[in-house]
Structure formats: structure tokens, C-alpha cells
């Protein structure tokens, strides 16, 4: 069974919203998100993740590394992103195991977000 299964979908939108809201609002990170649509981003964003999570593939963005090379973004903010995400899915109750496969997954994405590919050793 899939992440995206075994999760649910409906419960895949619900994390997303929260988290992104959170991203949109963040001292830290919320900058790169000033001028995005956010609507459209987390639609993105939800079919994205949900591809990536083993659900049905309708992601039809550009390629991370297009999307993010632009953006300074540097390894404290991916590990302020990821901080929230962990910490959204525990408010929501999901199981530890999950929120370990989840990001794990988004872990595996770092070396494409990061403008510094050398700040990518774990």
C-alpha cells in the first residue's frame, strides 16, 4: 500500500493547506513566498506531493530545479520548511511512521531545492 493510500487524500489536502498557510506566514521562509499565487501553488504542491506520496500523477509543473534555482534558498530554510511540515502532520494527528515516510521523501528532494548543491551533505 502506498503513503498516498494509507493516508488518504482528503487527509493529504488537509495537511497541505495548513502547512502551506503556515509557509505563506513564516518569518523565515515566508518571503519566497510574497508575490505566488497561492492557490495555484498549492494546487501544484497537492499534485505534486501527491505523486510523489504514490497517489495518481497529475503534477504538471516544471521540473524542481527550474522552479527553485531562482530562490536562495539555503539548507536552514529547507530545515525550517521541513520543521513545519513535521510539525503540522503531528498536530493532525498522523501516525510517526508516516510523518517518517513522508519526510523522508522530501528529504530526498533537498539536493534539487538548494541553490548550494555543496550544503547538501546530511
Given at each position: ?38 492557490d495555484e501553488l498549492l494546487k501544484h504542491q497537492l499534485a505534486f506531493t501527491t505523486a510523489m506520496l504514490g497517489g495518481p500523477s497529475g503534477y504538471q509543473g516544471r521540473a524542481l530545479t527550474n ?56
Open positions: 500500500m502506498s503513503l498516498y493510500e494509507e493516508i488518504g487524500a482528503e487527509r493529504i489536502a488537509k495537511i497541505l493547506s495548513l502547512f502551506y498557510q503556515r509557509c505563506f506566514e513564516d518569518v523565515m521562509i515566508g518571503h519566497f513566498f510574497f508575490e505566488k499565487n497561492h522552479v527553485h534555482d531562482p530562490l536562495p534558498i539555503r539548507p536552514p530554510h529547507f530545515a525550517r520548511r521541513r520543521m513545519l511540515l513535521k510539525e503540522t502532520m503531528e498536530e493532525d494527528g498522523l501516525e510517526k511512521m508516516l510523518i517518517d515516510s513522508w519526510i523522508g521523501l522530501e528529504d530526498k528532494l533537498k539536493p534539487l531545492i538548494l541553490k548550494d548543491q555543496s550544503s547538501c551533505r546530511a
